[in-house]
């Protein structure tokens, strides 16, 4: 009896992976329940609060496990493509027949459920990503070979803009760790990190501070090149430093035009108050200041279970989506917020891990845009709730209460590890 049909299927999945989901997934459910339970009153279960639904969104996410473990894995590298297609009808459905939540019109109602289609572009894209770039080599070092896999991710990155969901947009930023390791020059990596940059001190400071903070760069560059290769003078006005400091300084102002006349006044509200440029607790910032609170109350060893003030006197709105970290932090402390720390951390770094480990080109790729993905949306949710970065909506994986985010998170772990897997067939 060859090696495949000597080991059940349980025994190729990679059980920390699958410890580290279901630990999140319990101990996420559990603190919505905390969230959803009021001060003082009986316990009384029901089936249309957030715990209870949830409950519901994780029995459905267990069925498409059961279906994907169940499946062939080469299916899901053949199906990349109509996945790909089908999320972006869902999309563009999206942009004419969805429905408006918290200024976003982002949503499909499906009967008593609502769909957000931006949680599975997610995973259409990353198969999509996987199945291009598996053709070998370094398929990002050439500008052809670059092309199509960039379209591919701004595709819908822009029909998720127009939704306007700038926080689910972020996410797609993940693949430029992907198209990294696939050889794609260190540059537009980097250069990417510097648009940030470039970007924020243009919200912080004022124009003619920016102007004079780029020129000083500039002119200190040219400086250091003459006096390192004693460069002619006709030479220098060839200088990179002069064209990527003209670059910043056009970038610069189409980032303060974007700021005053495309964005929202709640969306510019949101990074003034993380610049520091709005200071009021009572309006913008309360989530946020609510949220450090809860947090900072917790100490050492939390509060106790069901036991968070602010939790459930629900001081902090949208406590079960957007903020549930600071449920654990109220609740159970330092020392539960590590753990939950630590259980994404090590999920995020196993993924990875298992990808480099992948025979075949489409699961090392696959592997890496999930555990990419999984990596911004952690960053993002948890920087949001501590006050360190602006407040743009995005779940955290297994945690938030929500199907669409638990129904595209679930897929796109085990579809991995289903691939991974496969491993051992192919053997």
């Known amino acids: 009896m060859n090696r495949t049909n000597a080991t059940p299927l349980v025994g190729k999945l990679d059980l920390i992976s699958v410890g580290l989901v279901v630990f999140l997934v319990v101990f996420g459910w559990l603190n919505i329940l905390a969230t959803v339970t009021p001060v ?7 089936w249309d609060h957030e715990a209870g639904k949830q409950l519901r969104f994780i029995g459905l ?18 199906l990349a493509w109509a996945v790909y297609g089908f999320s972006l009808i869902l999309l563009v459905a999206v942009l004419f027949f969805g429905v408006e939540r918290g200024g976003n019109k982002s949503w499909l109602n499906l009967g008593s459920f609502g769909l957000q289609p931006s949680e599975f572009a997610k995973l259409g894209t990353a198969l999509m990503v996987a199945r291009i770039l598996e053709r070998g ?4 070092q050439t500008w052809r070979g ?3 896999p960039m379209i591919v991710v701004a595709v819908p990155m822009i029909l998720i803009l127009l939704q306007p969901d700038a926080g689910s947009a ?3 930023s993940s693949f430029l760790l992907v198209f990294y390791f696939a050889g794609m020059p260190s540059y537009y990596l980097f250069g990417s990190i510097g648009i940030g940059v470039v970007s924020l001190l243009a919200l912080a400071l004022s124009p003619e501070t920016m102007r004079l903070l780029i020129g000083s760069v500039s002119l200190l560059s040219l400086i250091v090149s003459r006096a390192r290769k004693r460069m002619p003078l006709i030479r220098l006005l060839k200088h990179p430093a002069i064209w990527l400091g003209i670059a910043a300084l056009a970038w610069a102002s189409t980032v303060n035009q974007v700021f005053e006349n495309v964005m929202q006044p709640h969306q510019q509200i949101r990074i003034k108050l993380l610049l520091g440029q709005v200071d009021d607790p009572s309006a913008a910032g309360y989530q946020t200041a609510q949220s450090l609170i809860a947090i900072g109350s917790g100490g ?7 036991q968070g003030t602010q939790t459930r006197l629900r001081f902090v709105p949208e406590q079960t989506t957007d903020y549930i970290f600071c449920t654990v932090g109220e609740e159970w402390g330092f020392i539960g917020s590590f753990l939950v720390l630590l259980a994404f951390a090590g999920l995020i770094i196993r993924l990875t891990l298992l990808a480099q480990r992948q025979k075949h ?9 999930i555990a990419s993905i999984l990596l911004v949306h952690f960053t993002v949710n948890v920087g949001m709730t501590l006050g360190l970065m602006p407040v743009i909506g995005i779940p955290l994986p297994f945690f938030s209460y929500g199907g669409s985010s638990l129904w595209a998170f679930s897929l796109m772990v085990f579809v991995f590890l289903r691939w991974d897997a496969y491993r051992w067939e192919s053997l």
């Open 61 to 78: 996410a267990s069925f498409l496990i059961l279906i994907v473990l169940l499946a062939d894995a080469r299916l899901f590298e053949f």
């Open 170 to 172: 972020l996410v797609f």
């Open 361 to 369: 080109s489409f699961g090392l790729y696959f592997g890496l845009a």
């Open 300 to 306: 050492l060893f939390g509060k106790g279970y069901m």
């Open 146 to 148: 670059r092309l199509l």
């Open 137 to 140: 080599g370094s398929p990002m």
């Open 40 to 46: 003082g009153d009986e316990f009384q279960w029901s």
